[in-house]
């Protein structure tokens, strides 16, 4: 699969983002800290993030970054794709030309799977993960 460090580290930023009280803007400075991401890696998926309006940026005092939508209306699918991330386990990126020109024996299968990661990926949302993480937090906490 073609989904690096970039679009976890965006899809871990943007969890970030929405677990935080969304009255007030987040540092990426602090992100930085939470969640162990390089501060100039953080600013450059930012400046994706917001160009795909999935964050509103405020400046001066106080300031730094807000989710632009509600939790439960932003996508994993809509923040792998801002930051350029592509969703696809074929190596010809459905050009069919993996085999000398020729379309593989497996070409059909990579489309299906990438189909089905890609249906998975468009029906999670931010607050869906963050509503697991708790759940899950919970059961480990009683266990204990």
């Known amino acids: 699969m073609q ?3 970039k679009g ?3 899809v871990t930023a943007m969890l970030d983002l929405a677990s ?10 602090i992100i930085s800290q ?15 993030l917001r160009k795909a309006s999935l964050v509103k940026s405020v400046r001066g005092p106080g300031g730094g970054y807000l989710l632009n939508q509600n939790p439960e209306e932003v996508t994993l699918t809509s923040i792998i ?7 696809d386990l074929r ?6 030309n993996c085999m000398r020109g020729r379309m593989c ?8 799977v990438s189909d089905q990661i890609r249906s998975f ?3 999670r949302n931010l607050q869906q993960v963050i509503d697991d993480y708790s759940h899950s937090e919970k059961i480990r906490l009683n266990n204990e």
């Open 3 to 5: 989904l690096t460090t």
């Open 8 to 10: 976890r580290y965006a």
């Open 20 to 29: 935080s009280d969304s009255n007030r803007p987040v540092t990426l400075d």
């Open 34 to 48: 939470r969640q162990n991401i390089s501060l100039s890696y953080l600013e450059q998926l930012f400046a994706k």
């Open 81 to 87: 794709e801002a930051v350029d991330e592509n969703i």
């Open 91 to 96: 190596r010809c990126h459905g050009k069919a």
């Open 105 to 112: 024996l497996s070409h059909h299968l990579w489309c299906e």
């Open 121 to 123: 990926l468009s029906t």
